[in-house]
């Protein structure tokens, strides 16, 4: 059994936690809600139902992401996980504009509710359930990377303060006649439609692509740096097609001197040790040649460093070389967004001018990775 089949039966099973848990508390807050003429505890019970909705969606999303990569999906399924979440986040925002439309209809067209002992032991019981179960799924999710299983967790401790907020609001009619329910309803309604808002953007930033984890990317590179041979790693490219599927590609730099033979060995080294410490597989090596044999070369680089590395626009350079035969200097700037096609073409003619002799290749890089 591969790491991939755990995680999957892991959210599975959390999953199907979830839908019994839901549909038990559906079925006592329904009876309760209809004999008490209690809005408050039917839009929970139904925001219960909609929870075991979401969790059917994370199992449907978990199978989905789990089939093998086929020809037209050569990286695999694994972003049909990013699907369902988008899914599970809409359905909490549905959930909260129901409420929302229900609970001012409530306010405009007020119904007095009738609770009873039993009503309240019910309620309270749901926000012990919902609380512990909240704090389970979300605990999963974000120990095995699953955003819908942190959605459908961080949904399930909403749900425990919507079901205090209507144990509190019985108590206070019980104990003074005053109805404060609908208006409960109001302002958690808003905070489940803020939450599954928050959800889906983070989902779509998931889909889009964001920036990696700087923990990640600097672990990566000193795994790299690690190497005999390797005297720098540079542009980290890391990509994900699911939770737990992780690809990319670097640049190191390496002595000039090196033979095809020992960079092919290298650069099979490389992708050997970051699968074996991070689970990523490495789709491309490139190689940027170091200059061994000129101290006038070092000067050259430090002088050129000293005029480039001027504000906040430049970010780092990296794979200088200098060719005496052909009188060329190549290197790479890493640019902040920030910095414009004019503000880079100023750099690159100030350096032309004070090295006239030589003719430069200057690629602009973006800071994709820490």
Same mark, same amino acid.
């Given at each position: 059994m591969?790491?991939t089949?755990?995680?999957? =039966? ?6 199907i936690? $979830?839908i019994?848990? !839901? ?9 309760? @809600? ?9 839009l929970d019970a139904v925001n !219960?139902l909609s929870?075991?909705?979401s969790? +059917?969606?994370?199992?449907? $999303?978990t ?7 086929d020809?037209?999906?050569?990286y695999?399924h694994?972003?049909?996980?990013y699907?369902s979440a988008?899914?599970?986040s809409a ?5 909260g504009v129901?409420?929302?439309?229900e609970s001012v209809?409530?306010?405009?067209y ?10 309240l032991?019910?309620i309270g $019981?749901?926000?012990?359930? %919902?609380f512990?179960?909240g704090?389970?799924?979300?605990? +999963?999710?974000k120990r095995?990377?699953?955003? #819908?299983?942190?959605?459908?967790g961080?949904?399930?401790? *909403?749900d425990?303060v ?5 144990f509190?609001?019985?108590v206070i009619?019980?104990s003074? @006649?005053?109805? /404060?329910?609908?208006?409960?309803? +109001? /302002?958690? #309604?808003?905070?489940?439609t803020?939450s599954?808002i928050?959800?889906?953007r983070?989902t ?6 964001k920036r990696?984890?700087s923990?990640?990317? =600097? ?8 190497i005999?041979?390797v005297h @720098?790693?540079?542009?980290? *490219?890391?990509?994900?097609y ?15 001197t ?10 099979r ?7 074996k410490?991070? %689970?990523?597989?490495?789709?491309g +090596? ?7 044999s ?15 590395m001027?504000?906040? %626009?430049?970010?780092?350079?990296h @794979?200088f ?5 052909e009188?060329t200097i190549r290197f790479?700037l ?5 910095a ?5 073409? $100023? /750099?690159?003619? #100030?350096v032309?001018e004070?090295y006239?002799?030589?003719k *430069?290749?200057?690629?602009?890089d973006y800071?994709?990775?820490?």
């Open positions: 591969n790491n089949n755990d995680r999957n =039966k892991i959210i599975i099973r959390t999953s936690i $979830g019994a848990a !839901n549909l038990f508390l559906v079925a006592f807050k329904a009876v309760v @809600g209809l004999l008490a003429n209690s809005i408050a505890v039917i !219960n929870d075991a909705v969790s +059917v969606i994370t199992i449907l $999303g199978r989905l992401a789990g089939r093998k990569p020809a037209d999906h050569p695999g694994g972003r049909y996980e699907l988008m899914v599970v359905i909490v925002i549905y959930a129901t409420a929302f439309v209809k409530k306010i405009i007020p119904e007095m509710p009738d609770y009873s002992a039993v009503s032991i019910i $019981g749901a926000v012990i359930v %919902k512990f179960l704090r389970y799924v979300k605990s +999963v999710g095995i990377n699953s955003n #819908s299983l942190v959605s459908s961080s949904d399930a401790l *909403f425990a919507l079901s205090l907020s209507v509190v609001s019985a009619y019980i003074t @006649g005053l109805s /404060l329910e609908a208006y409960v309803g +109001v /302002l958690i #309604s808003i905070f489940i803020k599954g928050e959800m889906i983070e779509i930033d998931d889909i889009l692509g990696i984890d923990s990640i990317s =600097k672990a990566v590179k000193q795994t790299i740096c690690e005999e041979g @720098g790693a540079y542009d980290l *490219f890391i990509d994900n699911g939770p737990d599927f992780y690809i990319a590609s670097v640049h190191i730099e390496v002595d000039d090196m033979t095809a033979d020992r960079i092919d060995r290298l650069t080294k490389i992708g050997e040790e970051v699968y410490n991070h %689970k990523i597989i490495m789709t +090596v490139s190689i940027y040649s170091r200059n061994t000129d101290d006038k070369i070092a000067e050259i680089r430090s002088d050129i460093t000293r005029m480039v001027t504000g906040d %626009k430049v970010l780092q350079m @794979g070389y200098v060719d005496e035969e009188k790479d890493v640019v902040d967004y920030s414009d096609d004019e503000f880079f073409t $100023g /750099l690159c003619k #100030s032309q004070k006239s002799d030589y *430069f290749f200057i690629s602009k800071d994709i990775s820490d």
